[in-house]
């Protein structure tokens, strides 16, 4: 969730908002390339850091939805998670990896498919984030968002390399 903590607290620096209005702030920064935030998952975090502290309710019923606003305490939050998460490497959990453990449960024939059908996916996000880049300004975006997208095209494209690889090593009996 700390994730998640940052971009709802770093939405709402800018001001109180609702839920509906911070998801599409989240949506605009293209955060559902590299972040991972269920956005079924923003309302029971909004209202879980007013219980908090972290925010609160400035307004009940603007349109049937509750607007949260910083405070303080979650200012001082924000500042200490977005400076933990630049000084800490954490590792990223991928499922991908979890499968990879595995790989010589499957027949060469399962693994090459499996490994294909992977690759042309990867080409598919690859285009649709460079896509992404660029138009994100148009809809308020700030130009740093673009290297968001950047480094997850560098990441896909990483992987791209690595699959492209291992199909040819399993077709070379190199695999599993």
């Not at 620096?13 to 559902?32: A, C, N, Q």
């Not at 998952?41 to 925010?55: N, P, Q, R, T, V």
């Not at 500042?79 to 954490?90: A, T, Y």
């Not at 492209?164 to 599993?176: D, H, I, Y």
Request: hydrophobic share 45%.
């Amino acid at each position: 969730m700390s994730s998640t903590r940052v971009l709802l607290l770093g939405v709402l620096l800018d001001g109180p908002l609702h839920g509906y209005e911070v998801r599409r702030h989240l949506e605009i920064m293209g955060t559902h390339h590299w972040a991972n935030v269920a956005y079924g998952s923003i309302y029971h975090g909004l209202a879980k850091m007013a219980d908090e502290g972290l925010l609160e309710r400035v307004e009940e019923g603007r349109g049937g939805k509750t607007v949260y606003a910083i405070t303080e305490a979650g200012r001082s939050e924000f500042n200490r998670l977005l400076l933990s998460n630049w000084w800490e490497i954490k590792p990223i959990v991928d499922p991908f990896q979890v499968a990879l453990t595995f790989m010589d449960r499957l027949s060469p024939a399962e693994l090459t498919s499996a490994l294909e059908a992977r690759a042309a996916q990867l080409r598919f996000s690859v285009e649709m984030v460079r896509r992404a880049m660029g138009g994100k300004q148009a809809y308020g975006a700030p130009p740093h968002i673009d290297e968001c997208l950047r480094l997850n095209v560098l990441q896909l494209q990483a992987q791209l390399t690595w699959v492209e690889e291992a199909v040819e090593k399993v077709r070379n009996g190199e695999l599993p």
